[in-house]
């Protein structure tokens, strides 16, 4: 193929990979040629690129999905390339056919190198023929019920049950025993055909306990390939990673010259050019099996930058351009151990929800051996109609230690606020034993993430760090008086003026109430708060817009305290508190009457969303823990139950709509 070298590329695709190509371009001096949806109008990579395209609508399928949309955004731009990202239409043939046929150059591999590993068991077959190792199973054509169970019989149980067409764990079943393979077979055929238009399945031993190592592989136009060496990414979440590192702790330099040949021989068979990833298995015994093939960047790339030196993007656009790989195998070296961490809009202890809001605060920590690949900025809406991956924190250190130590820093130093993230898991996996070992296995976050251990109440730090926010804000710190006082605050202090004894906060965060009194204290020129029968003092000065930092004698402690109406979000040492100010006129009510809980409920919704499903109606009984509402937000699907044993008073919302968060669903009264 002769080079074709190009001025301008489209980046079909948002968030912190487009960011990430578009800075690739522009230091290679190509134009970079931004699309985006009504949603991402003000987004971070629309800002970067040197020209942006409305392609449509919010939903993924009219704008980032939309092939026509896209082509004609390339031809009134006049793109002569374009680089698809990953996830969206990263790894669609079609795609990059139709780019192709328009005469645009795809950053990516050709249409049928992307075909060719589509197919799970097709691959499979390929890659055996290739010589690189496979789980052993099932991945043949026929489908009938009694193959599988012959088959199955063979390979043994447990197995796992996938779907052909599938993908990155979508459609896979564990199946313990014979007795469960049919059901088995008919459920994943369902979803299969369901998610992917293609009913095929294959079997193979599932392979427990089990590190997920993959490999990053390099080809030019010329026929050359090389491997770039592993990353391990056992920590997942429902096929999620969140923690991805280089090299991996259980691969030994013979093992990484045995699994880097191997992905090559996967490369070249299926006639592989630019960045690729091929999937093992790994097993304690240090077998690794070929499980598939990523046809394109991945998030985790960076890790394999950061102890390589090499700038994968622009080796991807150079290579579509037709240019030479300028080294080769024995050029590659690797030099310490780097670590990534996805920085994610979900909340960790109410089952991985997604946050959406106005993310207030957004500060990356900075230092030697950081970096930060980011989507999004202070002051940027976290919307629901993308996934929710904010920024990726990735770490560089001479060796495992320090790189760990770096980034147990890092983490501590980021500061979000104004939208939950999973700093907070973060900061438990890096400090885990198990992590710290080197122990990552797949089931790392299932087994050892208990949320409910830890009972997420606000510590007295982040009381402290509310109501010196609104100390702060109301201009009492100053001594100015209540003339510079937000209405939130005098209205929250209710009768404060004509009561003795220091001015009431009171907040309420999940079924705890937290009440302090604070009185001024001018010697030095703070306040003493009263607490649980505790009186601390304290000075406070505002940092930033958001960010307060506390004294107490000569210890300190910064937080960020976003105030959004009577809420009050509080971020302290990477957690995240959501404190409500409590009227107090309110709280004597709530405290008069007991635990008199009302009968009536309203079950709002727990964060923006759309409702798939409503699946009850007036006057219908329903059971604790029963779901009433279907939602998704995100593109993730969320239950909505009932609290208690109930009858149903009224629905207050239909399947289609979209709605904000607190939204009320549906009235209970309870029984
Ligand atoms: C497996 C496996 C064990 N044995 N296949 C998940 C994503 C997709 N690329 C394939 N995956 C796996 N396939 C066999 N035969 C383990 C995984 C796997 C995994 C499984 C359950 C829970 C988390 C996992 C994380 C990574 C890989």
Redesign the pocket.
């Known amino acids: 193929m002769p080079a074709r070298p190009f001025r301008s590329v489209l980046i079909a695709n948002r968030g912190e990979i487009a960011v990430r190509v578009i800075q690739a371009c522009q230091e290679l001096g190509l134009r970079a040629i931004a699309v985006y949806s009504d949603a991402d109008r003000a987004a971070l990579h629309v800002q970067r690129a040197d020209a942006a395209y409305r392609i449509g609508p919010p939903p993924a399928a009219e704008s980032y999905l939309n092939v026509p949309a896209l082509l004609e955004a390339a031809r009134v731009s006049g793109a002569e390339a374009v680089h698809p990202g990953y996830g969206f239409l990263a790894e669609n043939a079609d795609f990059a056919q139709a780019c192709l046929d328009a005469g645009l150059v795809f950053v990516g591999p050709p249409p049928g190198a992307i075909r060719a590993m589509g197919n799970k068991s097709a691959a499979k077959r390929l890659m055996e023929q290739a010589g690189v190792p496979v ?1 052993p ?1 099932y991945q043949g054509e026929a489908q009938d019920d009694a193959t599988f169970e012959r088959e199955a019989a063979r390979i043994g149980f447990p197995l ?1 049950v ?1 779907a052909a067409a599938g ?3 979508r459609g ?1 079943r564990v199946v313990p025993g014979l007795a469960a393979l049919p059901e088995a077979l008919e459920s994943a055929r369902r979803e299969a055909l369901a998610a992917f238009g293609d009913p095929m399945l294959l079997l ?5 306990p ?1 590190r ?1 190592v993959e490999v990053q592989v390099f080809a030019d136009q010329q026929g050359q390939t090389v491997h770039l060496g592993e990353r391990e ?2 920590i ?1 979440r429902r ?1 999620q990673k969140v923690v991805e590192e280089a090299p991996s702790p259980a691969v030994s330099p013979e093992l990484r010259q045995a699994m880097g040949q191997a992905a090559v021989r996967a490369a070249l068979a299926v006639g592989y050019v630019s960045a690729g990833t091929v ?1 093992f ?1 790994l097993d304690e015994q240090g077998q690794y ?1 070929f ?2 093939m990523n046809t394109r960047i991945q998030v985790e790339h960076p890790v394999t930058e950061l102890v390589t030196g090499l700038d994968l993007v622009q080796l991807q656009l150079r290579v579509a351009a037709g240019e030479p790989l300028p080294f080769r195998q024995e050029d590659v070296h690797w030099d310490g151990h780097a670590i990534e961490c996805r920085i994610v809009a979900e909340d960790p202890r109410r089952g991985f929800a997604p946050q959406t809001g106005t993310l207030a605060v957004f500060e990356p920590p900075r230092g030697v051996g950081i970096r930060n690949d980011v989507g999004t900025y202070a002051g940027d809406t976290i919307g629901m109609y993308y996934d929710s991956l904010l920024a990726k924190l990735i770490v560089h250190g001479r060796d495992r230690a320090q790189a760990i130590s770096r980034l147990r820093w890092a983490l501590e130093h980021y500061r979000v606020g104004g939208v939950g993230t999973n700093l907070e898991l973060l900061r438990f996996i890096v400090d885990h034993p198990e992590f710290r070992a080197g122990r990552t296995f ?2 790392f976050i299932p087994e050892f993430w208990r949320p409910e251990s830890s009972s997420g109440a606000p510590p007295l730090e982040a009381l402290l760090a509310a109501v010196a926010s609104d100390l702060l804000a109301s201009g009492i710190a100053s001594g100015v008086g209540p003339r510079g006082m937000s209405d939130d605050v005098w209205r929250a202090a209710g009768a404060w003026r004509i009561a003795r004894g220091g001015m009431p906060f009171r907040f309420r965060a999940g079924d705890r109430l937290l009440s302090a009194t604070v009185e001024r204290d001018e010697q030095v020129n703070g306040w003493q708060i009263e607490v649980e029968g505790e009186t601390v003092t304290i000075t406070a000065d505002p940092l930033g817009d958001h960010g307060v930092l506390l004294r107490r004698g000569e210890e300190t402690l910064s937080a960020q305290v976003v105030r959004d109406g009577e809420r009050l979000l509080v971020q302290l040492d990477g957690r995240a508190y959501t404190l409500t100010r409590e009227p107090a006129s309110n709280v004597e009510a709530a405290e008069a009457s007991g635990s008199g809980e009302s009968a009536h409920g309203q079950i709002a919704a727990p964060m923006p969303a759309k409702v798939v499903k409503v699946l009850v109606r007036p006057g219908e009984r329903v059971k604790p823990h029963q779901t009433l509402v279907v939602l998704e937000s995100m593109k993730i699907e969320h239950l909505v139950e009932a609290p208690y044993a109930a009858v149903v008073e009224r629905v207050r919302c239909r399947a289609g709509e979209v709605v904000p968060e607190g939204a009320v669903l549906v009235d209970l009264e309870a029984q």
């Open positions: 789980v199973g796992l996938k993908g990155g764990g896979m193979e031993r599932y392979v427990s089990a997920h990414c056992s997942q096929h999937e298995v099996y499980l598939e797949t089931n």
